[in-house]
């Protein structure tokens, strides 16, 4: 009974108040996000992941440190190592659970500063204009012309490889098209009438930028940011494949396949568990990112 | 008794979403002859659907049936896709509503108007170019060599919509559906555009159906009307008595409209009675 | 009057016809966009490094030779000279000595490119001729299998590390099957045989008429390319879908089809012809980015081309080398770019 008001309350077509009426889009946008099966399959999956590797020491069933070269590139299903073990004897299936974390942090870091980045860019070049916006501008289309991979891997060479300079080479890549994305939005509202009103109530503009227009291009973000997240993952994965990353004997996934690579005509699971990682992962953004899209940004899909 | 041209006899357009199915045109039947036929009603009332399904323009899922759609005694809907391409542009043409969209804009209008004639007819391009100069100079295009070679966004409305004309009538069909075909146009320009279509299609003894939403303009330019709601036809008249529809929605649409013979100080909102939509279609058929 | 009026404009535009202001435009920001790439690489490759001497010299040089480089690199001077400087090399194509080889990186460079370009044209060719159709197709059929078939293709190739997919394509058609030749451009006998014309082998084996190692070459490189295509066919396809969904219901495909058309040509002659353009840029773009993709592939295959080139520079901290590769593929890129941009204003009509 109680449920059934609360979901009446939560689909009004008169919400009571502001923070009433926002609870009620939230509400409808998660119902048309629940109804499409592919996108809530991906949320699951990333749900998954996180719950892993938060309880990564309770779930793994091996250090995923210690060597045992006695039992070294032992097959699938040997007792003990239902995913066999590499190189040196460690639990692969223990350290693809550690791996979770490792995955988890550069994406979260990622996510938190390329976003944020072109935000403070985007949004200055479009409120500010003129010289601004052009010398901003263009600094971005420079870092859209060049080449992403090739250009985080002249970051990390100059930097020193390692797990912090792979995120921060990543992220110097990823900004510009969410300053792109922010600067359009900002040109859009900017001219909006509801602008001047603040701004005749005598509002600056830093409290027009933080206040009125940060919060209207959050939903384009957090589509792109989401859709991005796979491109994120695959390039620090590829980044440790490369040796660039994650360092041993961490085990970052992408590093793993690196390891794995030497055995992968005769020991092929070594290499391959890592990669159906990465992969599930990847897609379960791509599938979450797809649904988000939908429901925040409906003109953008077909 | 006129010849009967085209016989349309209990049209059902249908549409399956995931609701249920939406009809879209409801056992709607009509005949035309040489003559100038206007189908009225509002936006979504069928009538455009009802042009479209007659040359089974209707992409699936949408689906099309009828008793029968009967072009001088053979049934379209029996009809191959093969042999309905024949039908369609030599037999039966249609002009759209606004050619800012229904020209293809990456091809010079020359391009576009040979290829409507030499889809019909086995013509070298030079013939098909002197047959579509023609056709322009027909539709009042002046200097149409340069109209040939240019790109249909350097046409103005008017222009485009006598284009489309000429391309569509360049195969000499036997029909000519008309889709709100001044619709997007200035005022200024719609009558001279009416007026050529006009001159066509009694010259080359054509029947027109006439697809509109404005009653004064079909009631003035048709011979015979049909009045459509939600999908059926509510009634028929013929045009120079229009005034004297009994059918409230039609009364109801007149009084909407202003008057400069009778000017009133507010003009009538439309009032709907769901029975309308229930009732059984009125038949068309002469 | 009025007419004399009439006739100076004329003379005007003729004088100065919109293409000449759209040219400098295009020079204009190609020049900027270029600074700005070497002015990234100048930060990267001189100022990020706390040492760029130590960077190029290694830790166990001696003072003398680190006094050489140290001059050499014209650290003594002020920044802004030094950038000039720098500039003033990459103009003349002077990218500085390799650490590993002692040669210019310019010469390596202009050797190893020959395989990227291969590798990636093949690979965009296997991607344009499978993904522009299958996109074609998906939009036609919108919501038939064929289109769910597509989808799915097009999510795998974006949620695929491509590394990995490398691996198990070697895993599997080299390993287990043998239907392939495994790493390398050429096996082991067949290296140096043909003379180095073009430097793209197939067509090397080709000219000289020596089928024999145009085979092997193939059966090197079907591997790395497709893996190549596959990526480039995800993007493709789906770009390739959308265009032509967005204009199979514009009104002209209903006049096209009014007309009596076949569908066939309503969708290639009519439909198509109007996404040629933005296609085109689409290919561009994913050209580009399989000459940098084309770095991962390369590793796994052990293709000796410009990703193995800059990766192995990377490896051992051979500064030059990696920031000469980095400049030449970021320029290609850069010009990629203005091209298909260039393209788009000649080839649509209504762009003029």
Known sequence: MAEQTLRAWLLTDTPSSRRHAKLSALYQGWLSFRSNTMAMVGLGILIALMLIAAAAPLLSPHDPFVQDLGNRLAPLGTEGHILGTDSLGRDILSRLIYGARITLYIVALVALIAPVVGLLVGTVSGYVGGWVDIVLMRITDIFLAFPRLVLALAFVAALGAGIENAVIAISLTAWPPYARIARAETLTIRSSDYIS???????????????HIWPLCISSLIVRVTLDMAGIILAAAGLGFLGLGAQPPSPEWGAMISEGRRFILDHWWVATMPGLAIFTVSLAFNLLGDGLRDVLDPKAGE | MMQTLLDVENLWVKFPTRQGVFDAVRGVSFTLGKERLGIVGESGSGKSMTGRAILRLIRPPGIVEADHVKLDGVDLLRKSEKDMRA????????????????LNPVMTIGAQIIEAYRLHNSASKTDAHTKAVEMLEAVSIRNPERVMRAYPHEMSGGMGQRIMIAMMLIPNPEILIADEPTSALDVSVQRQVLDIMDKLVKERGMGLIFISHDLNLVADFCDRVLIMYAGRIVEVCDADKLHEAKHPYTQGLLNSLPRLDAPRDRLEVLKRDPEWSKAQSVSGRV | MALSEENRKGRDRASLPPWVKTTALTMGSIAVTMLGLLFVTFIIGRVMPIDPVLAIVGERASQSTYDAVYLELGLDKPLVVQFAYYIWDVLHLDFGTSLLNARPVSEDIARVFPATLELATLGIIIGVVIGVPLGVIAAVRKGSWTDQVARVVALVGYSMPIFWLGLMGLLIFYGILGWVGGPGRVGIFY?????????????DAALDGNWDVFKNAFSHIILPASLLGYFSLAYISRMTRSFMLEQLSAEYITTARVKG?????????????NIRVQLVTVIALSYAGLLEGSVLTEIIFSWPGIGSYITTALLSADMNAVLGGTVVVGLIFILLNIFSDLLYKVFDPRAK
Do not use: Y
Not at chain 1, 197 to 211: D, E
Not at chain 2, 87 to 99: A, E, K, L, N
Not at chain 3, 191 to 203: A, F
Not at chain 3, 261 to 273: I, L, N, Y
């Open chain 1, 197 to 211: 009103a603040i701004q005749l109530q005598g509002a600056g503009g830093f409290r027009i930028i933080t206040k």
């Open chain 2, 87 to 102: 039908v369609r542009g030599q037999r039966i043409s249609m002009v759209m509503q606004d050619p800012k969209f229904s």
């Open chain 3, 261 to 273: 058309m076949s569908e066939w040509d309503v969708v290639w002659k009519h439909a198509f012809k």
């Open chain 3, 191 to 203: 290296v140096d045989v043909v003379p180095s014309v073009t430097g793209l082998i197939l067509v």
